[in-house]
């Protein structure tokens, strides 16, 4: 129960994250968006695509609630466990990346998102991944 807790506090802090960006903030934002050999950003998020990462990081949250009874629900829990699966996918593919730019099968790792990327993002990405999983066979 406290690793979804866990779980929760981290997508609320993401997701807090990307409502600041979309609300004009731009602390980390040059750090956030990988960026190819000549330092050219991949690409551009709009503000409407950060509303949406956000949503789902906050849907994330809520999954992990919901699915160890922190908060009440009618929700049948296979569903529940299913999203829980979904979760620990997606954030193990993000860690293994695109094998370029992104992961940790990036090749060009010299850029300040690709460094901070293999410092940070990549770990608890696949944290996030292996936790889920966890919570998902027990």
């Not at 730019?101 to 293999?118: E, I």
């Not at 696949?126 to 936790?131: I, R």
Request: hydrophobic content about 55%; overall charge positive; glycine content about 8%.
């Amino acid at each position: 129960m406290i690793l979804s807790l866990l779980h929760a506090l981290v997508f609320a802090f993401l997701g807090l994250l990307h409502i600041y960006w979309v609300l004009g903030g731009t602390w980390g934002m040059i750090a956030a968006v990988p960026t190819d050999e000549k330092g050219k950003q991949l690409f551009k998020p709009s503000k409407f695509g950060t509303l949406i990462v956000a949503l789902g990081l906050f849907i994330f949250g809520c999954i992990n609630l919901l699915y160890t009874e922190w908060i009440a629900s009618d929700l049948k829990i296979m569903y529940l466990k299913y999203g829980i699966l979904m979760i620990a996918l997606i954030f193990g593919l993000r860690s293994i990346g695109d094998f370029r730019y992104v992961g940790f099968s990036k090749r060009y790792k010299s850029s300040l998102f690709a460094q901070l990327d293999s410092k940070y993002f990549c770990p608890l990405c696949l944290l996030l991944a292996l936790t889920h999983l966890v919570l998902y066979v027990f």
